[in-house]
Protein backbone atom coordinates (compact mmCIF):
# COMPACT_ATOMS: atom_id res chain seq x y z
CA UNK A 1 0.00 0.00 0.00
CA UNK A 2 1.25 3.72 -0.70
CA UNK A 3 2.43 5.91 1.86
CA UNK A 4 0.13 8.61 0.91
CA UNK A 5 -2.83 8.20 -1.77
CA UNK A 6 -4.88 11.12 -3.32
CA UNK A 7 -7.64 10.88 -6.31
CA UNK A 8 -5.64 12.19 -9.09
CA UNK A 9 -8.75 13.62 -10.53
CA UNK A 10 -9.39 15.88 -12.69
CA UNK A 11 -11.44 18.13 -10.91
CA UNK A 12 -13.16 20.74 -13.51
CA UNK A 13 -15.81 22.49 -11.55
CA UNK A 14 -17.03 26.19 -12.58
CA UNK A 15 -15.39 29.42 -11.16
CA UNK A 16 -17.31 30.36 -7.56
CA UNK A 17 -17.62 26.73 -7.21
CA UNK A 18 -16.88 24.53 -3.61
CA UNK A 19 -14.39 21.19 -4.23
CA UNK A 20 -13.36 19.16 -1.59
CA UNK A 21 -10.07 16.96 -2.08
CA UNK A 22 -9.11 14.06 0.55
CA UNK A 23 -6.16 12.48 1.18
CA UNK A 24 -5.22 9.03 2.92
CA UNK A 25 -1.71 7.86 4.80
CA UNK A 26 -1.35 4.59 5.85
CA UNK A 27 1.34 4.94 8.65
CA UNK A 28 0.16 5.85 11.70
CA UNK A 29 3.17 7.31 13.32
CA UNK A 30 2.84 9.90 10.25
CA UNK A 31 3.06 13.43 12.69
CA UNK A 32 3.52 16.49 10.05
CA UNK A 33 1.07 16.95 6.80
CA UNK A 34 0.81 19.57 4.14
CA UNK A 35 -1.01 20.39 1.18
CA UNK A 36 1.79 22.03 -1.84
CA UNK A 37 0.14 23.48 -4.73
CA UNK A 38 2.13 23.00 -7.94
CA UNK A 39 1.46 24.87 -11.17
CA UNK A 40 2.51 23.34 -14.53
CA UNK A 41 6.16 22.99 -14.98
CA UNK A 42 6.76 24.76 -11.67
CA UNK A 43 8.04 23.35 -8.49
CA UNK A 44 5.80 22.51 -5.23
CA UNK A 45 5.12 25.61 -3.20
CA UNK A 46 3.72 25.10 0.30
CA UNK A 47 -0.23 25.97 0.45
CA UNK A 48 -0.88 25.24 4.07
CA UNK A 49 0.11 23.18 6.82
CA UNK A 50 -3.04 20.71 8.42
CA UNK A 51 -3.49 20.54 12.30
CA UNK A 52 -5.81 18.56 14.16
CA UNK A 53 -8.24 21.50 15.10
CA UNK A 54 -8.90 22.51 11.17
CA UNK A 55 -7.28 25.33 9.73
CA UNK A 56 -8.32 28.31 7.75
CA UNK A 57 -6.09 30.54 4.75
CA UNK A 58 -8.55 32.82 3.28
CA UNK A 59 -11.13 30.50 0.80
CA UNK A 60 -8.92 27.33 1.72
CA UNK A 61 -9.78 24.83 4.58
CA UNK A 62 -7.64 21.92 5.96
CA UNK A 63 -8.58 19.34 8.25
CA UNK A 64 -7.27 16.45 9.75
CA UNK A 65 -8.81 13.11 10.34
CA UNK A 66 -6.45 11.31 12.60
CA UNK A 67 -8.55 8.32 13.71
CA UNK A 68 -9.23 7.94 10.03
CA UNK A 69 -5.83 8.74 8.75
CA UNK A 70 -6.88 11.05 5.80
CA UNK A 71 -6.56 14.61 5.59
CA UNK A 72 -9.07 17.03 3.77
CA UNK A 73 -8.70 20.45 1.60
CA UNK A 74 -11.72 22.87 0.64
CA UNK A 75 -11.74 25.36 -1.63
CA UNK A 76 -14.93 27.37 -1.26
CA UNK A 77 -15.22 30.08 -4.22
CA UNK A 78 -13.00 28.96 -6.54
CA UNK A 79 -11.14 31.37 -8.56
CA UNK A 80 -9.47 30.65 -11.87
CA UNK A 81 -6.17 31.29 -9.88
CA UNK A 82 -6.34 27.79 -8.13
CA UNK A 83 -6.29 25.53 -11.12
CA UNK A 84 -3.54 24.19 -10.49
CA UNK A 85 -1.91 19.95 -9.16
CA UNK A 86 -2.69 20.18 -5.07
CA UNK A 87 -0.20 17.70 -3.27
CA UNK A 88 -0.60 15.72 -0.18
CA UNK A 89 2.55 15.82 1.75
CA UNK A 90 3.02 13.62 4.92
CA UNK A 91 5.98 13.03 7.38
CA UNK A 92 6.70 10.57 10.18
CA UNK A 93 7.44 11.81 14.02
CA UNK A 94 11.21 10.24 13.00
CA UNK A 95 13.30 10.16 10.64
CA UNK A 96 13.71 13.01 7.74
CA UNK A 97 11.65 11.52 4.62
CA UNK A 98 8.53 13.36 3.24
CA UNK A 99 6.34 11.43 1.77
CA UNK A 100 4.10 12.47 -1.28
CA UNK A 101 0.80 11.65 -3.10
CA UNK A 102 0.93 11.73 -7.05
CA UNK A 103 -1.45 14.89 -6.77
CA UNK A 104 -5.06 15.79 -7.42
CA UNK A 105 -5.55 17.98 -10.66
CA UNK A 106 -7.75 20.98 -10.26
CA UNK A 107 -9.14 23.45 -13.56
CA UNK A 108 -11.41 26.00 -12.46
CA UNK A 109 -13.53 27.20 -15.55
CA UNK A 110 -14.48 30.15 -16.45
CA UNK B 1 16.05 35.63 -0.77
CA UNK B 2 17.09 32.86 -3.00
CA UNK B 3 15.74 29.93 -1.03
CA UNK B 4 16.77 26.79 -2.70
CA UNK B 5 18.74 27.64 -6.23
CA UNK B 6 19.24 24.67 -8.95
CA UNK B 7 21.29 24.76 -11.89
CA UNK B 8 20.95 23.75 -15.05
CA UNK B 9 17.01 24.68 -15.41
CA UNK B 10 17.64 22.42 -18.73
CA UNK B 11 19.12 19.62 -19.82
CA UNK B 12 19.75 17.75 -22.68
CA UNK B 13 22.16 14.39 -23.32
CA UNK B 14 22.48 11.82 -24.92
CA UNK B 15 22.56 8.26 -23.84
CA UNK B 16 25.80 7.56 -22.09
CA UNK B 17 26.86 11.23 -21.36
CA UNK B 18 27.47 12.24 -17.66
CA UNK B 19 26.36 15.26 -15.56
CA UNK B 20 25.84 16.91 -12.58
CA UNK B 21 23.03 18.78 -11.46
CA UNK B 22 23.73 21.55 -8.48
CA UNK B 23 21.79 22.71 -5.70
CA UNK B 24 22.47 24.96 -2.77
CA UNK B 25 19.83 26.38 0.04
CA UNK B 26 20.59 29.78 1.69
CA UNK B 27 18.36 28.76 4.35
CA UNK B 28 20.54 27.13 6.90
CA UNK B 29 19.28 23.68 6.63
CA UNK B 30 20.38 20.30 8.15
CA UNK B 31 18.53 18.42 5.44
CA UNK B 32 18.55 17.95 1.85
CA UNK B 33 16.78 16.21 -0.86
CA UNK B 34 16.85 15.31 -4.54
CA UNK B 35 13.54 14.19 -6.18
CA UNK B 36 12.30 13.12 -9.28
CA UNK B 37 8.86 13.93 -10.82
CA UNK B 38 7.44 11.70 -13.66
CA UNK B 39 3.93 11.88 -14.90
CA UNK B 40 1.43 9.81 -13.17
CA UNK B 41 4.35 8.94 -10.33
CA UNK B 42 4.05 12.02 -8.28
CA UNK B 43 7.84 13.32 -6.64
CA UNK B 44 10.22 9.98 -6.03
CA UNK B 45 12.81 10.40 -3.77
CA UNK B 46 16.24 9.53 -5.29
CA UNK B 47 18.85 10.29 -2.32
CA UNK B 48 18.52 12.65 0.96
CA UNK B 49 21.14 13.86 3.20
CA UNK B 50 19.95 14.51 6.93
CA UNK B 51 22.77 16.55 7.62
CA UNK B 52 26.33 17.37 6.23
CA UNK B 53 28.48 14.55 6.31
CA UNK B 54 25.59 11.93 6.01
CA UNK B 55 23.40 10.71 2.41
CA UNK B 56 20.85 8.38 2.15
CA UNK B 57 18.77 5.75 -0.91
CA UNK B 58 15.36 7.06 -1.46
CA UNK B 59 13.39 5.13 -3.24
CA UNK B 60 14.94 5.08 -6.75
CA UNK B 61 18.55 5.67 -5.97
CA UNK B 62 19.75 3.28 -9.20
CA UNK B 63 22.04 4.81 -11.68
CA UNK B 64 22.79 8.64 -9.40
CA UNK B 65 25.30 9.28 -6.96
CA UNK B 66 25.24 12.67 -4.76
CA UNK B 67 27.68 14.53 -2.88
CA UNK B 68 26.97 16.71 0.28
CA UNK B 69 29.53 18.98 -0.18
CA UNK B 70 29.25 21.40 2.41
CA UNK B 71 25.70 22.44 4.30
CA UNK B 72 24.46 24.28 1.53
CA UNK B 73 25.19 22.63 -1.66
CA UNK B 74 23.82 19.23 -2.46
CA UNK B 75 24.74 17.37 -6.03
CA UNK B 76 23.28 14.81 -7.92
CA UNK B 77 25.26 12.69 -10.59
CA UNK B 78 24.27 11.04 -13.43
CA UNK B 79 27.21 8.79 -14.16
CA UNK B 80 25.93 7.07 -17.44
CA UNK B 81 22.46 8.60 -18.67
CA UNK B 82 19.90 6.51 -19.90
CA UNK B 83 16.51 7.42 -21.57
CA UNK B 84 14.70 6.22 -18.40
CA UNK B 85 16.31 8.81 -16.23
CA UNK B 86 14.64 11.60 -18.88
CA UNK B 87 12.41 13.54 -16.09
CA UNK B 88 11.84 16.63 -14.30
CA UNK B 89 14.10 16.80 -10.82
CA UNK B 90 14.05 19.06 -7.99
CA UNK B 91 15.99 19.80 -5.23
CA UNK B 92 14.59 20.59 -2.05
CA UNK B 93 15.45 21.20 1.71
CA UNK B 94 14.14 21.19 5.25
CA UNK B 95 15.25 22.18 8.50
CA UNK B 96 15.90 18.93 9.58
CA UNK B 97 15.56 18.47 13.33
CA UNK B 98 13.82 15.21 12.47
CA UNK B 99 11.57 15.10 15.55
CA UNK B 100 10.47 18.88 14.98
CA UNK B 101 6.51 19.20 14.14
CA UNK B 102 5.70 21.42 11.39
CA UNK B 103 9.15 20.66 9.27
CA UNK B 104 7.84 22.35 5.98
CA UNK B 105 9.82 21.57 2.40
CA UNK B 106 11.38 24.12 0.28
CA UNK B 107 11.60 23.26 -3.29
CA UNK B 108 14.20 24.39 -6.14
CA UNK B 109 12.36 25.40 -9.36
CA UNK B 110 13.06 22.14 -11.29
CA UNK B 111 15.46 20.99 -14.21
CA UNK B 112 14.08 19.40 -17.49
CA UNK B 113 16.25 16.59 -18.16
CA UNK B 114 16.07 14.86 -21.50
CA UNK B 115 18.13 11.92 -22.52
CA UNK B 116 18.10 10.65 -26.00
Known amino acids: RKEVEQDPGPFNVPEGATVAFNCTYS??????FFWYRQDCRKEPKLLMSVYSSGNEDGWFTDQLYRASQYISLLIRDSKLSDSATYLC???????????FGTGTSLTVIP | NAGVTQTPKFQVLKTGQSMTLQCAQDMNHNSMYWYRQDPGMGLRLIYYSASEGTTDKGEVPNGYNVSRLNKREFSLRLESAAPSQTSVYFC???????????????FGSGTQLSVL
Open chain 1, 27 to 32: NSASQS
Open chain 1, 89 to 99: VVKRVTGNQFY
Open chain 2, 92 to 106: ASSEGWGTTTNEKLF
